[in-house]
């Protein structure tokens, strides 16, 4: 199997190779393309980035091979981690639609490429921002259900990890997915939180232990209200400390942001959700994830059938994404995707897109 990432040298590309090889999901038989863009530092650092995977990698690196024209780019599987990154450092605003309006190019050209010299069947995992403009942009290029964006598993494996690490187990052990929109306006779906070992009423007790009487309703308040009081903290370890004390689904947003707004990164998290959604892809067989994806009325929403980008857990296999796997909702969980979606939708309109 071939893996291409388009934008490998980024910090978060160059943690996606590192991460492929290191766990050992492209064998010495696969090919690993590494794309960088024509007459850009990209374009030569992709050259250098292959000779430094092989030296770190040799007794058990795939092929690797450089591609620096969008229109060369081919392989099973498509990562695009490529144009303009979130910023990070104190202070920083991030400005989704200037972001948008800077990556919305690179998106098109890229999709484009694929629609017209690709083989009609490879599977493009979004990693860059705004995910939803990226997924709707190569959707409508490639085919909708050949395109999933990473971010609502990302935020998915954060919502688990914190659940765990709230309960001192491990994160295995912790089901249950996040919908939405990527970042801030991520759903949690508490009613899709499964403990592994426990019965229904065991689970039911330790999430309402977890959550208390809060709902959605207040989720965007909570959200905001600790980000103002950790921006204000001058000790970033004082910072941290006082995220450890929100709700697991607070701690799933919060904790990323302040991330960057420490002037780290959130790269290699970013690359292991990635590497996980290959190797689901490469496994050949159905594994239920969630991803952002174009929908046209597989589930309802508003009381009809909504038809938009949307992260929800789905079906992924070798041919994609097949079906959504959307369990019933608390009216909550509901009224907050259909809020969500909403606003995605203004905000693809707004970029020059919209829902089908």
Known sequence: MDVSIVGATGDVGRAICGQLIERGELGPTSRL??????????????????VDLIDAHDEHAPHIDVADRPEDVVADVVVMAAGRTLPTGTGVTIDRDALARDNRRTFEEYADALAEHGSGHEIVIVVANPVELAVEVFSHALGRHRVIGMGAWLDTLRFRREIAATLGIRRHRVGGFVAG??????????????????????????????????TLTSFASEIAAAKQRITGMADIAEAFAAVDTLPPDVQAVVRPYLTHQSGAKTAHGT????????????DGRDIVVAGQVLLDGEIELGGMPWRGVLGVPVAVGPDGWTRVMLDDLAADERRMLWEVGQAINESLVAWGGGAP
């Open 181 to 214: 929109q990527h970042g801030d306006r991520m759903v949690p779906l508490w009613s899709a939180v499964r403990l592994r070992g426990l019965d229904a009423d065991e689970r039911a007790e330790i999430v309402t232990r977890l959550r208390g009487d809060r």
């Open 271 to 282: 690359a292991n959700a990635t590497v996980d959604l290959i190797r689901t892809i490469l």
């Open 33 to 50: 393309q590494l794309v960088g863009r024509p007459g850009g530092a990209s374009g030569q650092a992709v050259h250098g980035l292959r």
